[in-house]
C-alpha cells in the first residue's frame, strides 16, 4: 500500500521516501471526456501531487485547465467539467520537486502546429534532455517551461514531418531515457512508451473509447475494461476508426521498472499480468523465510509495510497487529513545533500503539528504506512503547544507486545503504536486527527463480548500479555552460 | 481503526457513518500552552472536522483564534502560536452538522465575567438545552450561537455564586444529557464529567502542568503522562497549586458510552483502562465465534473494519487480506460526476483488488451498519470483482435507535436495523449472509460475562433503547414555539 | 468631496484624516429588500470601509451576510441578494478603528427575543456605553462583540417592557451620545435619532416602501423619495399600516454635527435643507473674504479641497487649477518602500502638475487641518514643484478638540491645533502664510450670521470645547476595573 | 483627467470609452531596481489594470513576478521586492482584453537565448503579428502566449546574428506598427520606439541610473530627472558604460498617435514639450471658442471631462461647477442588479449634484464620445435632476475609425460617429445641442494653426481614417487558416 502512502504527506519536508514524478492519463470519443479523465487523475493521485492538469479538443480548439494541487481541488466541479467541452482528452498529475513548483510546469504541455496542434502528458525522464534543450535554444526556439518534458514538445514542432504521427515518432526517436508519453491532437490520441518499457501504460477501453493510462486502477474506477499493455517501444495511434501501432525502434526485450512493484503502482493495479498487492504479500513471504527471528508479534509501517507484513505473518505464523497507528490527517499542512516541543519527540504522523508492543519482540515492516531518517524515529518510538527486542525488515534490497528515470531519489551521498554497511546501518537505524530482503528473492517473489544477470528481467539499478539506457545528460556538464534562467519568484 | 476512517471523509453529504460532535483539550501552566493544545487537538482530529478553536490567558486578557477547517489548516504556524501568548489554553474541535457550520458557533466559547472570564468548550449534547435556551432568552440573554453548549455559558454568566468554582458548578447541575466539558478562566483549568460519564475526559500532565483531553492519544501526541480518568460526575479544578476534585451531584455507577470503544475513540487510546484496538480485536474473535462460516478469506471494510476482521481472522484461521483499497484522497472535494458517469458505478473512495476477491468466497468485515447505503455499493462492488460468496459480518449489534448525547446519528426511520428484520437487511444489503455481533458478545469483548440488565455497566441505547438520562427536550414540543432564528446565509 | 476621498484610502495607516464610523440603511415592504439595501450601503461607503452586513426577515427567520470589506466585495452577485430573502432588510457599514477590525463587530447585531427577535445598526456613539456594559456583565449578560453598539441590544433583550417598541424605548432612554439606529423586527422597521439629533438619519420612500438612510445620497442612487429627516430624539415605527412617530425625550432644539457639512456627507446629499456641496462652496467663498493675499492659482488638495477651492475662486476671481493630480488606485494596498525610497520623498497619492504650479504663487485650499502630517508633505512637493509661494487655506477652524460621538479623532495632544499657536502651525507646515476659516465665517457658510453662542445651531465641539452631552465613560476610570476581555488574535 | 477616470472602472463590461493595451517601464543600475520599477508602474497604472509584471537579473538569473490584478495587489510588499533582486528591472502593466486575460499573456516575456537571455516589454500592437506568428509556427517555433507582442520575442530567438543588440533590431526591423519596447539582457537595458513614434516612451535618470517608461509620471514619482523623449526610430541601447542610440529605420518625421494628448497619458505628463494637463485645457478654450451657447453653468463629466471643462469656464466666463459627483467605489466589483432594479435607472458610478443642476441651462463637457451608451445616460441624469436645458460638448473631433495601434477601440459599427451624421447622434444623445471639438481647433490646442494635411503632425487615423502605416494583418483573412489555439478556460 505505498502507493497510498504518499497520498497523504506530499509536502513533508523531511520525506523520507521515493517520489514518482507523474502519472497520464487520456481518453478518446467519449462525449464524458474531461470528467472521465478527472476520475482517471484522481485513481492515479499517488503518482503525483504537486499539481493536476488536462486539455480537452472540441473540434474547434483545445481547452486547458491546470493547477498546483490536488485533482479533487480543482476538478471537481461540474461545472469545470462543462467548460472543458469535447470528446477527447488527456490529463497528468505531477510530483513537485523542490524550485519547480510553477505553473508554467503543469502538463498538458501544448503547441500549437500548421493547422493543428498538440497536447503531450509525459511520466519519467529524459536522460538527454538538457543535451537536446541547448541545441533547441541554439536555434532559436524559446522553452517557457523548466520541466524536461517540453524538450520533447519542442522537437515535435520542429520536426520537418509532415503528418502528426511522424513528426512525434521523429522526436522521440531523438530522446533517451524512460518514459510514458500520451497526446492529444485533433483528430487522435496517441501513446507511447521508452524502448525498455521502463515506466508503465496501459490501454484500455469504454464502450468503444479507447484509454491510456498509467495503471490499471485507473481503468477500473471508471468502470473501463483493460486490454493490454502498451508494449516497450510501441507507438500506438488511436483515432475513432481503430487502434495502430508502430514500433520505431524495433523490437526487443522489455525492461520495466520494479520499483513500479515494490512501491509506486497502487495495490489494486495489475502490471504484467502481475498483482502489485500479491507481489508485495510475496516478499513479505520471501522475507519471512530469508530472516525470521523468534518474535511476538509482526507490525507493519502503515500503511507501506502492511501487504508485505501480511506475508510475512501468513508465512511465519507471527501474529500480524497494528502496532503502529497513522493519522491521515497529516497532509498538506502540519504543525511547526517550537524549539522545545520538537524536543518533545511528537510524532503527528505516526503513534505506537501500545496495548500491541509492550511487553513484545517486535518485528517491524517496512517496504524499503531510503534516507534513514523516518525508520530511527519509528524504531525508538516503538522502543519507547515498551518493545523488548525491535527487528527491522524490509522488503527490498539495500537502495545504492539513484535514479534518473523519473524517481526522485536522495543524491547517492544521503542513500543510507550507499553510505553504510550492514552493521553500521543497524546501529543507526537502532534495530536489534536488520534484514533485507535479497535482490533473488525479489525475483523469486516476482514469479522467477532470481535475477538473470545476463538479461535482466527488470531495470534495478537502484539496487543494482546497472542502468539500462546511457545517461548522456550526467556525462556532460551542463552546469558549467548553461544559460541565465527565469525564475518565477511569487 | 475507525477513528481513522472518518479522517478522511469529513465532507462526504452521503455518509453512511456515525459521527460524534467534538474533542477538548486543555493544559495549564506551560509555556508552550497553544502548540501544545494544537498539537491535541490533531491528535483528537477524528472526533470533529469541521472547525477548530484555542483560547488561551496570557494574565492579561483572553486570546482566541477560531477558524472553520481542520486543525493543520489555521494552527499550523509558529506566528499563530505566539500570537496566542500564555500558560494556559483550552482548544475544541467541532464537528460539522447540517447548517450549522458558522463560524459564531466555533468553540471555545467564552463569556466576560465582572473581573474574570471563562472559556468553555463541551462534548456532548444536553438534553435539556432548548428548554433552557427559551427560559434564558425570556430572561433577556443574548445567545449569539445556535449551539447547544452556549446554553452552559450563559448560566454561568448568570450565576448568583461568587467564586467561579461555584458559578460552573451552578451552572452544571442545571443541565441533563452527556457532557465533558473543559473551561479555563484565568486562574483556573477546570474540567468536568456528566454524572454517568457518558462522554470521556482524562487527566494528564506534562512536566507538572495539569492536562485536560478526550483521549489519551492527545496525551501521547506530546510525550504526556496519563494520571488517571475523571470520574463520572466529578468537576476537576487546576491551579498552580494543585488539583481539587468535588462531586456535586454524588457518586453513582458510571455507564460510559460503549461507542466510544466500537467507533470513536482511536484505536492507540485506552478508555476504562481497556485499549481499545484490543477491544475491536476481541469483538472480531467473539463475531467469530458466533458466527463464522465456511470461506477463503476475511476481508475488511477500510479502515473501520480492520481491527475487527484482523480479530476474526486471528480466531478462525481464515487469511486477512486487503480485498477492498482505500484512496486517502477522497477527502474535502471529490469530484461531481454527470448523471452518465454516476450511472457507471464510480467508486471513488473504495476499489476491489480484484486479485484477492476473485473467485473466492469472502467474509466482509465492517464494525456497524448505519444507514446501509455504502454497505450495498460495497457488497456489490466484491461481487463484480468475481467472489463467488459474500458473508457480511457486523462488529457490533444491530443499530435500532438514535442517540441525543453527541453522536450524529440518523432520524430512525433511516437506521437500516429499524426498518428491517435480518432477512429483510440480508436483501437489502445483498449478501449471502448477514450476521451482527450479539450484545452479549459485544459485552463480552469488553471483558464481561454479559451485559447485566440490572444495571448496566455502558450506555447502549443504540441497541437497547435504554436510554439512561431524561429526554426533556425530546419531550416537549419546541419547534412550535421557537423564536424566529438569525441564519447566516453566506 | 471630502467624503470622495475616504474611498479609496480606507486603509492608510498614517492617515491625516477624520473618519466617521458608520452609514445606516433599512427599508420594509419591497421584494427587493436586500438589493435596495446592498445599493444604499454602496452609496454610504464613504461613511465606512472596514465592513458591511445586511439583515433581512423573510417571514420565517431573520437571514444575515456580514462581512469584513467592500459592500461591491461581498454584496454584489445576485446569488447573495437572493440568499437574503424577505420584504425587510436594514444594513451597516462600518469604518475600521485599530485593533477592532473582527467579524463579531459587524453590524447589523442581532438578539433572538421571546416570540421575536431585532436586529439594529447605529451609526454614532454612545458615551455611556462602558459603565452600562459593566452593570450588564454584573448582571450575567454576555456580550459577543467588543461594540458600544451591543450595549444597546442588550438593553432591549433585558427590558421587562412587553412590546417591541416599548423595549427599544426603553434601551435607548437609557443611553447617552449620539446615534442614530435603524432596527428591524418581524413586524416593524424603527429609527431612532438622538435627542439632539447630532448623527444623521434621513426618511424616504420607494413605491410605498418605507426608507430609513443616514444620507440623502442613499436615497437618490434608487430612485427613492426624500420625505423628511428624523428629528432629534424621534423613534419612527413603519409597519406596512404607515408610520407612527415617539418623542421619548419631549422636544428641545437639534443641534446636528457641523463635520457633516465640513467633511462626512457626501457633496450630493442635502442636510437640515442645505446642498452640502454649496455649503462647502460657500465656505470658500468665506474664507476668500477672510484670507485672500495676491496670487496666481487656486489649487485643491484633491478631492477634499475642491468645492471650498471653486468657491474661493469664484469669489477672488483667481483662476481654478489643477495643481495636484490624485492617483485613485491608491486604495487598499499600497506599496512599502524600502528605507532608501523612502529618502527619495515617494507620492503615492499626490502629484503635483509642475505645469500649474512652477514660478507660481500658489493657494492651497484643503477642508481641514488634523494631525499635519499630509498637509507638511503637499506643501514642500508644491514648493518642490517650483511654486515661488505656498498660502495654505483651511476650509473650516482649527480643529483642537477630540470627538466622542462617533467620529474617529487623534488624541487630542497628536491634534496640531491643539498643540500650536497659528504660527507655530504656519512654520510646522512650511507655508508662507496659513489661515483658517473662523468660526462665524463657517456659520455663515451655513447661512446664519454667525454662532449663537448661548444655543449653539450645531455640535461643533471640535472647535469649541463645548461638548453638548455628559461624558459618562470619560469621567469615570474604566481602564482601571475592566475585566478581561477576549481578543481575536487571526 | 482621463487618464483617471480609467483608474476606477477596470472591469466595467459596459465601458463606454477608449483603452491603452500597457505602460513599460525599465532601469538599470539601481539596487532599488524591483521596488523602484513597481512605483513607476503604479503611476503608470492608468494605463492597464488587467495584470503586471516583473522581470530582474540579478547577475546569475532572470527573476520574475508576474500577476492578474493591479500592481499594488502584487507588489506592495517589502518581501515581494527582496525577491526581486538585482540591480536591473522591467515592468509592464496590461489592460485586458475580453476572453484573453490569462497568466500566460502577462509581460515581460522571456527567453532563454544561448549564452543569455531577453526580457521584453510592449506596449503597442504589431500590424503584422499573425502573419509572422503563422510563419514562425509553421518554422516550428512554439507561441505559448496569445499576445501579438511574443513574435518579436521570437524573432530575437530565432535572428542568426550574435550581438544581442543586433538580434534585436533585426527582430523589430521585420515588425511593423506601434511599438514602445523596453527589454532587458543580463547587461543591457534596451528601449525602442516604432518609426513614426506613435507610441511613447521617455528616457530618464535616476543618479546615474538610466530610466525608460511610457510618461514622464513615471518619472517624477521616484524623483527622477527626465532627460528627453526616446526619438522615433530610435533603439536605446543603456548599459554601466553609457547609452547608445541606433536608427535602423533612418530618421524620418515623428507622427505620434494624438490620443495620448486627449485621453490616454496622465494630466501631469509631458510629452513633446507639452504639459497634458495643459493641452487638455486649451482644447476646453477652443471648444469654447467654437460652440459656445447662452448657458448658467459649465458641468463636466468626471473625472475625464474636468480639464476640459476648466478651460470652457475660464474662456467663456461661464461658472465651472460639480454637478456630477463621482462615486470612486465603483471599481473592480459592482452590484448586478435584478431586473426590477435595474429599471429604477441605479447609476452606481456617477450621481446628479441637483443642487446645481435644478433649474440651470447645462454646459456638459466629456473629452470624447465612443459608443455613447454612457452619455445617454448621464445627459438623462442631469434632466432628471431638473436641468431645463442640456448643451454636451466634446473636447475632440468625432472618433469615425477603429484603432490598430494598440487602443482597444470597439469595432467601426460601434462608434456613434461612424454611424450617425451630427443630428442623429444629438437625437441618440437626448441634448439640446451637441458638438464637437473641430480636427483644426485640435491642432490649435496642440500649438500648430491647424492640421498639416500633407504632412499631418500626429497619428489621428480616429478621426480621419489617416492610417500612417500598412495594416497587413487586416489585409489577410487570417481566421480562415489560423490553427487550432489552446484557450486557458480555468
Known amino acids: ?155 515535435v514542432a520542429r520536426s520537418r514531418e509532415h503528418k502528426i504521427v511522424d513528426r512525434f515518432i521523429d522526436a522521440i526517436t531523438k530522446m533517451e531515457g524512460a518514459y510514458a508519453l500520451v497526446a492529444l491532437t485533433a483528430k487522435k490520441l496517441i501513446g507511447a512508451r521508452d524502448p525498455l518499457g521502463i515506466r508503465p501504460l496501459v490501454l484500455g477501453d469504454l464502450n ?100 508485505a507484513a501480511i506475508g510475512f505473518s501468513q508465512e511465519s505464523g507471527v501474529p500480524f497487529e497494528l502496532g503502529i497507528i497513522r493519522n491521515h490527517y497529516v497532509g498538506r499542512t502540519f504543525i511547526e513545533p517550537t524549539q522545545q516541543i520538537r524536543t518533545l519527540g511528537v510524532k503527528l504522523k505516526h503513534s505506537a500503539n501500545k496495548a500491541i508492543i509492550q511487553g513484545k519482540r517486535v518485528i517491524l515492516i517496512d517496504d524499503s528504506l531510503v534516507r534513514g531518517t523516518t525508520s530511527v524515529k519509528i524504531v525508538q518510538m516503538i522502543r519507547d512503547a515498551g518493545a523488548t527486542e525491535v527487528h527491522f525488515r524490509l522488503a527490498c534490497p539495500p537502495i545504492r544507486y539513484s535514479d534518473y528515470y523519473g524517481i526522485d531519489t536522495p543524491v547517492r551521498e544521503k542513500l543510507l545503504a550507499a553510505k553504510y554497511n550492514m552493521e553500521e546501518m543497524r546501529k543507526y537505524i537502532g534495530a536489534d536486527t536488520l534484514s533485507f530482503l535479497s535482490i533473488d528473492g525479489l525475483y523469486r517473489a516476482m514469479g522467477f527463480e532470481g535475477r538473470d544477470n545476463e538479461n535482466p528481467q527488470f531495470t534495478d539499478h537502484c539496487f543494482t548500479g546497472d542502468y539500462p539506457t546511457p545517461l548522456t545528460d550526467l556525462a556532460e556538464d551542463h552546469d558549467f555552460v548553461r544559460s541565465p534562467r527565469l525564475v518565477e519568484v511569487g
Do not use: W
Request: charged residues 20%; hydrophobic residues 35%.
Open 208 to 307: 468503444g473509447a479507447p484509454i491510456l493510462a498509467s495503471e490499471t486502477c485507473a481503468l477500473d474506477i471508471i468502470g473501463a475494461t483493460f486490454i493490454r499493455e502498451v508494449e516497450n517501444g510501441e507507438v500506438v495511434v488511436c483515432t475513432p476508426s481503430g487502434i495502430e501501432s508502430y514500433f520505431p525502434f524495433g523490437k526487443q526485450p522489455a525492461r520495466p521498472c520494479i520499483f513500479e512493484y515494490i512501491y509506486f503502482s497502487r495495490p489494486d493495479s495489475v502490471i504484467g499480468g502481475r498483482s502489485v498487492y500479491n507481489v508485495r504479500r510475496e516478499m513479505g513471504r520471501h522475507l519471512a523465510r530469508e530472516s525470521i527471528v523468534d518474535c511476538d508479534v509482526v507490525v507493519p509501517v502503515p500503511d507501506s509495510g502492511v501487504p
Open 1 to 155: 500500500m505505498h502507493g497510498e502512502i504518499d497520498l497523504s504527506e506530499p509536502f513533508d519536508p523531511d520525506a523520507d521516501t521515493l517520489r514518482e514524478e507523474c502519472g497520464v492519463f487520456g481518453i478518446l470519443g467519449h462525449e464524458d471526456a474531461s470528467a472521465l479523465t478527472a476520475l482517471g487523475l484522481h485513481a492515479l493521485q499517488h503518482r503525483g501531487q504537486e499539481a493536476a492538469g488536462i486539455v480537452t479538443f472540441d473540434n474547434d480548439q483545445f481547452r486547458a485547465e491546470r493547477h498546483l494541487g490536488l485533482v479533487g481541488d480543482h476538478f471537481s466541479k461540474a461545472e469545470t467539467m462543462e467548460r472543458l467541452t469535447g470528446m477527447g482528452a488527456v490529463g497528468h498529475v505531477r510530483y513537485s520537486t523542490t524550485g519547480e513548483t510553477i505553473l508554467r510546469n503543469v502538463q498538458p504541455l501544448f503547441a500549437e502546429l500548421e493547422g493543428g496542434g498538440i497536447a503531450i502528458c509525459h511520466n519519467g525522464n529524459f536522460t538527454n534532455a538538457l543535451t537536446i534543450r541547448q541545441q533547441l535554444i541554439r536555434d532559436g526556439a524559446i522553452c517557457q517551461s523548466t520541466s524536461d518534458s517540453e524538450v520533447v514538445l519542442q522537437l
